[in-house]
C-alpha cells in the first residue's frame, strides 16, 4: 500500500513530460504496399534543454507575441483536415517522403483564405511566415516560399516561436555533433554549419566530452524510433536551427527591434538574449555573435536622456518617400550627361581608355559649355571648378565683397597646411579678416564669433569651421544667385554654345564628305577593274 502514492506521483512526473514533448504536424495518407504506419507517432525527446527556454511569461509583454499568435492562427487553419491544405506523403524513386505539401497549394490556400489577388503579395506573407520557422522547406536552409513544386512540412508547436526559445550554444553543439554522427547524406553539415561546430569545439575544449556525451546518447534514443517520425523530427530540429542560427545572408528573425523593446515594461532590455542564461547567472559566451553586456537598473539621469532622445526624435523633420525620389530622380537625370560610365564622352573615355585627354580638358583655363553649365547646378559645383572659382572671385570684386570667398579659400587651405605652421596661419586669418581694423573684415554674425574667438584659445585646423559654415551660407544664398543672373556668367555661357554648335556642324560635314569621296573612289577602282 506504501508503493501506491510512489507510483501515482510517478506517473503524474511522467505525464508532465509528455506534454512538454513535441508533437509532429500531420498524418500520412495511406500508401499501398507500404509497411509504414499510417499515422505519425506524436511523442517525441526534447531536443533541447530545459533552461533554454526562456523564463518569460509568452501572454507578458513580450513585443512578438502578437505577430506569433495571428501567424499561428493562419497555420492552424491552413492545417485544418477539412478546409486547410492537403498533407499528403510523397512518393519519389527509391524513398517516400511524409507529411508535407508544396509551395503552390500553400500560395494558392494564402490568396483563397486571406482575400489576396496578387501571387507575389501571397509569396510574401508566406515568406514572413516560413521565415518565423512555422512551415520550412525540406531541402534547403534559407526559409522562404516559393510558388512551385518545392515541398515544405510544417513545424511542431513545440518549436514555434511563442515558446520563447533562448537556445544556448550548447545546445547548438549537440545538434552540430549529433549530424556528425548520423552516417546519412541528407544529413550532412554545410560549409557555414562545419565552421560553427569547429568554432564551438575550440570554444567549448574543457567540457567537450560532456557535449560529445550528450549528441551519443540522443543518437541511441533516435535509433530506437520509427523511421518515418525519425525523420520528420530531424527536419523539424534542422528548421529550428534555421530560424536560430541562420544561413549567413539572411535575417535572423530572432533579434529584437530596438522600437519594439521600447514598448517593454523594461525599456532597459534592449534585446532578449539568444543563449539563455547559465547556472551562475552570466551568459554563456558565443564564438559566433556577439555577447551582450548585461543590463543594469536605470537611475534618473538615464531616464532623463532616455526622454530627451524620444523628444528629439519627435522634433526630427521627416520627409516624404516620394519627394525624396523625386529629388534622386532629378539628381540623377541632371549629372546623367557628367557620367562617362553612362553616357559616352567626348574625345573618349579615359576609364576604358588609355586617352586622359578628357580629363586634360577638365583642368583647362578653357571650360567647355558642358563645363560651365555645371556651375549652375549648385555652388559647390561652381567652386570645386578652378575657372569656376575665378569667375566667381571676379564677380565678387565686382560687388565688393570677395573677402567672403577668399575668407573660405583661406580656412579650405588651412586644412591642409602642415601641422607646425597651423598656429601661424590661424593667426594671420584672423588678422586679416576678423580683427577689429582688419583689411577684409568680414560680416559674421555674433554667435559664430564668439565660437570662433573660443576656438583660437586653441587653434587647431578646424577652428574657423562654424564661421566658414555661415559664410558659406551667406555667399549660397545672396551672391550665387546674382552670379548665375549675371552677364558674366551668362555670356559666358553663350559663348560656349556657339563654337561647339558650329564645330558639331563642321565635323558631320567632313564626316559626310569623307564618306561620300570613299564611295566614289570605290566604285572608281571597280570601273578599272572591270575595263582591265
Known sequence: MAEAPQQEQQQQQEE???????????????????????E????????LSMRSMSTIDPDDDYPNMIVFRKIEDIVTRIQDETEGVPIRTVKSFMTKIPSVVTGTDIVQWLMKNLSIDDPAEAMHIGSLIAAQGYFFPISDHVLCLKDDGTLYRFQAPYFWPSNCWEPENTDYAIYLCKRTMQNKTRLELADYEAENLARLQRAFARKWEFIYMQAEAQVKIDR????????????QERAFWDVHRPVPGCVNTTE???????????????????YGVVEEGTQSQSPIHTSLHHCRKGTKEDVEKEILFLNTQLDRHCLKMSKVAESLITYTEQFMEYDPFVTTPEPSNPWTSDDASLWD????????????????????EA???????????????????????????????????????VAQRVQDIWAEFLAEGAPSSINLDSHSYEITSQNLKDPGRYSYEDAQDHIYKLMKSDSYPRFLRSNVYQ????????????QGRRTSLEKFTRSVGKSLTGKRLTGLMQSS
Open 16 to 38: 508532465e513530460e509528455e506534454q512538454q514533448l513535441p508533437s509532429c504536424v500531420g498524418t500520412t495518407e495511406p500508401d499501398e504496399g507500404s509497411e509504414e504506419p499510417n
Open 40 to 47: 505519425v507517432v506524436k511523442k517525441a525527446r526534447p531536443l
Open 224 to 235: 530506437k524510433k520509427d523511421k518515418t517520425e525519425r525523420k520528420i523530427l530531424d527536419s
Open 256 to 274: 529584437m527591434d530596438i522600437r519594439k523593446c521600447r514598448r517593454m515594461k523594461n525599456p532597459h532590455r534592449v534585446k532578449k538574449s539568444v
Open 361 to 380: 580638358l577638365e583642368i583647362s583655363k578653357e571650360p567647355s559649355q558642358q563645363r560651365v553649365k555645371k556651375w549652375g547646378f549648385s555652388l559647390e
Open 383 to 421: 567652386l570645386k571648378d578652378p575657372a569656376g572659382q575665378d569667375l566667381f572671385l571676379k564677380f565678387l570684386e565686382s560687388e565688393f565683397s570677395s573677402e567672403n570667398l577668399r575668407f573660405w579659400l583661406a580656412v579650405q587651405g588651412l586644412k591642409r597646411v602642415p601641422q607646425q605652421d
Open 491 to 502: 555670356d559666358l555661357l553663350m559663348a560656349r554654345k556657339k563654337p561647339e554648335t558650329e
